[in-house]
């Protein structure tokens, strides 16, 4: 099989979810009124999350605030006045995430982070997409099906 070296091979969607300015009013929508199977995680009190394929159909859906997602991209709680605040969060796990950083660089877009390890293990890069939503291509381990 040959691979095109200008596309990404996106496998699945990672996860996503709203990224919070108000941390009490998104928890009341979305675990107290929508009802969805929510949980902090651990050593994190604002970011609440679904354990993976607990909601069927999605791999992983949390709620971050805006401040810890500034603090990933940034390291600073404050989002850059000069970048827009994104509403929501996207991440697509790729087979490879040099080719694919370095796609995105080809074709122009301006990323916020690049191949970097969290501290939770994912290596993710990040970047806006046009409609403003905090974008990530990542290596997600524990969510692949060939992790042991």
């Known amino acids: ?15 996503f979810g709203p990224v919070m300015r108000d ?15 929510l949980k902090h995680m651990e050593g994190n009190s604002d970011y ?3 354990d993976v394929d607990v909601l069927a159909g ?4 949390a709620l ?7 603090q990933s991209c ?17 991440e697509f796990e790729v ?8 796609i995105l660089i080809k074709k122009g877009y ?14 993710v890069t990040r970047l806006l997409s046009p409609e403003g939503l905090l974008t990530g291509v990542t290596i997600t381990p524990w969510l692949r099906s060939d992790a042991s």
């Open 1 to 15: 099989m040959t691979t095109d070296l200008n596309e990404i091979d996106v496998l699945f969607v990672a996860g």
């Open 23 to 37: 941390t009490a009013i998104s928890k009341a929508f979305y675990k107290d009124t929508l009802r969805l199977p």
């Open 48 to 50: 609440m999350m679904t």
């Open 58 to 61: 999605v791999k992983h859906f």
């Open 64 to 70: 971050w605030p805006l401040s810890q997602a500034a």
């Open 74 to 90: 940034f390291a600073t709680e404050e989002w850059p006045e000069d970048i827009p605040v994104p509403q929501g969060w996207v």
């Open 95 to 102: 087979q490879d995430i040099e080719k694919a950083t370095e």
């Open 110 to 123: 301006q990323l916020l982070i690049d191949k970097r390890l969290e501290p939770w293990g994912q290596t």
